[in-house]
């Protein structure tokens, strides 16, 4: 049968299915000879619809970008019907763990908490021991991903992870939903672009539209699910992943509406007046004590595994001790630590108890929480990370409010504020902490005071603490990641397997003419201006030749090449492609010349721009694959 092309993009990848990797077999244990028979006729029966699919776009005439978003908006559908069942499996595993023991009268007393802690954490750390299931599924996992396996993410460990999230969660151990949720769709995104043979760079969007998806219908903010899925997931604000990112994240939102509710996830006070005193002078105080507490959350939260990893005894004693200890610790706060399991920060937190009362609290969830998951409990971190901030604030505000005379500082104001202060620092993802904060308050008169304690927050935690909790979980692992690339493969690079040796170059007494024919004859937004001996003089970029133009008017023609050429400060062939794009950003350029040195001035050898790093580093990256 003939079938029409895919297309521009739309070219097979040959990813393996679904709940399968490289090293698994299928999903329900059938040998690798038997799962073809099983589910052959099905794949072929989906590609052909799939095949007609593609046929359709293309009588439609439908760019790339369309067909993305239209599946960014069904990935945002399946993204919030997955968090409504994660938050069923929850209440599930809620009813297990706690309520259905409770009903015995034995476990009544608060006594007992720690006990049933203890199983839910013990029974989440057995499911993953027992199916094998690797380290990862979370939101740094799903950052490598992106970064170095193409978005390829696997369903069944991911399944595992989530139903051991539920268990943890619906025990009362300190973790988010979040995370699982994130994961989930990131997954549902990367599996839909797999199956349908989308290219490598669009499954990757396709993740990230899952991810974004995830978390606004989480915390029914689909601002900040774009700008999570873009900032963390992604490292990009590319033009290509905006829009559909946007529309899967809005979708989501809406998706879940219906079962949860248009309230914002927390049920937080009303906004009071930001003083502008306050705004100037104290919040910067807010934004370091962020920062600090960020520093010890990330460097407690990174070093749990290895301490529990040195515990004498056997290893079922130690998610035993972490959920027993997290339950005590729960039990401790009256459950205003976990609630049922559900994103939850109680209206109490918000500066509604004494300072030192709040302060203690926020410790206690960073304590709990490095306890759950540092033992072997699965979950999030992204909401612990907002009570802590929630209960820092609130306890510094709660104090400003007896130290410092007249209405200046607010107690609930700080509270929102110390959120968006903490995930700035702890997960070194600014921009969401502002637009979630945002979100849940709708006052504008919060933007500025959150964007000066996130900013000031990211900066302290950064000088305090070298990795956040997503970055730090990476690097335990050996891998290095920047803007959705890895960093380790962008250092191995040189700039001499970059570079283009063969630059459209013209001399320093090229005529203006000369130029503008040069310039039609060159991609690049620069043209190299180099002596008959090959030593740079410097670059003409095509911005100034329009200035030329315009601005000197007859004198124009007078102009040659060493009048317009700017200085650059160059690159030299040994440099790794990391610190060549680190060049480009910091001079707000998209390409430099590069030289080698030599004893009668440098030699001009070829130019990098920005598309030369990304083609560098794509075909190592396939090489490696």
């Not at 092309?5 to 040998?31: F, K, M, R, V």
């Not at 769709?185 to 990367?190: N, P, Q, V």
């Not at 606004?216 to 990009?236: I, M, Q, R, T």
């Not at 004859?521 to 133009?549: F, K, M, Q, W, Y």
Request: charged content about 15%.
């Amino acid at each position: 049968m003939n079938t029409a092309a895919p297309p521009p993009g739309l070219e097979p990848a040959h990813a393996p299915p679904l709940g399968e990797s490289p090293h698994e077999g299928s999903p329900t244990g059938a040998s690798d000879s038997e799962a073809p028979l099983r589910y052959g006729g099905v794949l072929r029966r989906a590609a052909g619809v799939w095949d007609r699919v593609l046929a359709a776009l293309e009588r439609l005439d439908w760019d790339e970008g369309g067909v993305l978003m239209v599946f960014g908006a069904l990935i945002g559908v399946a993204g919030g019907l997955s968090v409504v069942g994660f938050y069923r499996l929850i209440d599930l595993c809620y009813a297990v763990f706690v309520v259905w023991p409770e009903s015995f009268g034995t476990f009544r007393s608060p006594i007992y908490f720690p006990v049933l802690t203890a199983a839910g954490v013990w029974a989440a750390w057995a499911l993953v021991r027992r199916t094998h299931t690797v380290d990862g599924q979370n939101v740094p996992d799903v950052q490598l991903a992106v970064a170095k396996r193409g978005g390829r993410i696997y369903g069944r460990p991911v399944a595992v992870r989530t139903i051991a999230s539920a268990m943890t969660l619906g025990a009362g151990g300190s973790a988010g939903s979040e995370g699982p949720v994130a994961v989930l769709g990131a997954t549902l995104g990367s599996a839909i672009g797999r199956h349908l043979r989308f290219q490598p760079r669009q499954i990757k969007v396709l993740v990230g539209c899952g991810a974004a998806a995830g978390i606004a219908a989480a915390f029914n903010a689909p601002f900040a699910g774009a700008f999570f899925a873009l900032e963390e997931v992604l490292g990009s604000f590319s033009v290509g992943a905006f829009s559909p990112v946007v529309i899967a994240s809005v979708v989501g939102a809406l998706t879940v509406r219906p079962f949860l509710g248009v309230h914002p996830a927390f049920r937080i006070p009303s906004a009071g007046d930001v003083h502008p005193i306050a705004s100037a002078l104290l919040y910067p105080l807010l934004g370091i004590a962020c920062g600090l507490v960020s520093a010890l959350y990330s460097r407690l939260y990174l070093g749990a595994p290895a301490f529990f990893e040195r515990l004498p005894g056997p290893r079922w004693l130690r998610p035993v001790a972490g959920g027993a200890l997290t339950g005590v610790i729960v039990a401790a706060s009256g459950g205003l630590l976990t609630g049922n399991g559900h994103l939850a920060i109680p209206a109490r937190v918000f500066g509604g108890l004494a300072w030192y009362a709040l302060l203690a609290l926020a410790f206690a969830k960073i304590l709990a929480t490095v306890l759950t998951l540092g033992s072997g409990g699965s979950g999030g971190v992204f909401t612990p990370t907002l009570f802590v901030g929630a209960a820092l604030g609130g306890g510094l505000g709660v104090l400003g409010e007896m130290v410092v005379p007249g209405e200046v500082i607010h107690a609930h104001a700080w509270a929102l504020v110390g959120m968006a202060g903490l995930v700035a620092g702890a997960t070194r993802a600014p921009l969401t902490a502002i637009f979630m904060v945002f979100e849940m308050t709708d006052d504008y008169s919060y933007v500025v005071p959150l964007m000066i304690v996130a900013v000031i927050a990211y900066a302290t935690a950064r000088r305090y603490a070298p990795h956040g909790l997503y970055d730090g979980w990476l690097a335990g692992r050996g891998e290095q990641l920047s803007h959705g690339a890895d960093r380790a493969l962008m250092e191995k690079i040189r700039v001499r397997e970059a570079l283009d040796p063969d630059a459209v170059q013209v001399p320093p007494n090229a005529r203006l003419n000369e130029l503008i024919e040069a310039a039609g004859r060159t991609r690049r937004g620069v043209l190299p201006v180099v002596e008959a001996d090959g030593c740079l003089v410097g670059l003409v970029s095509h911005h100034a030749l329009r200035e030329a133009i315009v601005a000197q008017g007859d004198l124009a023609p007078l102009l040659i090449a060493a009048d317009l050429a700017e200085e650059q400060e160059p690159l030299h062939p040994e440099q790794s492609l990391r610190a060549a794009l680190a060049a480009m950003n910091a001079r707000s350029v998209d390409a430099l010349p590069v030289v080698e040195a030599r004893e009668e001035g440098p030699l001009f050898v070829g130019l990098l721009s920005r598309a030369d790093v990304l083609v560098a580093y794509e075909r190592e990256f396939a090489h490696e694959v």
